[in-house]
Each structure stands twice: as C-alpha cells, then as structure tokens.
C-alpha cells in the first residue's frame, strides 16, 4: 500500500460537487448555472418554502393553544381541523396572497403573520431570479 495516496475527489458518493473541501465554492457554483443545477435549485427552492409553511404553522398553533382567540376560529374545532386551517393559512399569508377568510385577532398573532408574510420575501425572489 502507497503511503502517498492521493485524496479522494471532491465530490460526495453522488459525485455532486463538495463545496467545503473542492477550494471552488458556492459562489463559483452558483455563476456557472446550467440546467440540471438551475433544477436542483428549484428543489431547494421548493423544499424550503414547504419547510418555512409547516414552521410557521408549528407557530401558530402553538399561538392557539396558548391563546385560543388568536385566529378567531370556532373553539369546538378538533385539533386537525385546527391544525388544517392554520396550515392554509401558513401558506396564504408565506405566498402573501392573504385571502382575509382567517384573521389574525391578538397583536402577537398579527405580528406572527407579519413576519411571516416578510420571511417569504427571499424565497419568491430566489424563484424568480431563476427564471432570469
């Protein structure tokens, strides 16, 4: 056996480029964009907005077990029709459409709801940046 064996390539077992150990970088990656690395930025795209939605929605119905006033929704709810509602309304409010059909009622609701109308902001542009 060689005790100067060469390191392994850098890449990861999918032969995807290593970012940490390849010297080229994110950046360098990022200002050669073809195709196949356009659609694994999609992925990511769409991964984290579904991420970011279920979060947010893990906030809010912590928002309404803590108060449960803080949508205006009916208390005789179940907890998966809560949890539903809450969730359309993570996605709604992400996208910034706001629909008006859910309401935030207390001042920490509306202010979750701002932040979370904020957070959406980047992933929106990363998307249409994409499309350039």
């Not at 932040?115 to 350039?132: F, N, Q, S, W």
Request: hydrophobic fraction near 50%; include cysteine.
């Amino acid at each position: 056996m060689n005790a100067t064996a060469s390191a392994p390539a850098a890449s990861d077992l999918a032969g995807r480029p290593n970012f940490l150990t390849n010297g080229h970088g994110l950046k360098s990656w990022l200002l050669t964009l073809d195709h196949k690395r356009v659609a694994i930025l999609y992925r990511i795209a769409v991964s984290c907005y579904f991420l970011l939605g279920l979060v947010w929605t893990a906030a809010y119905a912590t928002l309404v077990f803590l108060q449960p006033g803080a949508f205006g929704l009916p208390v005789e709810m179940s907890a998966g029709a809560v949890f539903g509602q809450l969730s359309y309304f993570s996605f709604v409010t992400l996208t910034t459409v706001g629909y008006g059909d859910i309401l935030p009622q207390t001042p920490v609701a509306r202010g979750l709801a701002n932040l979370e109308a904020i957070a959406g902001l980047p992933e929106r542009a990363l998307v249409t940046g994409l499309h350039a």
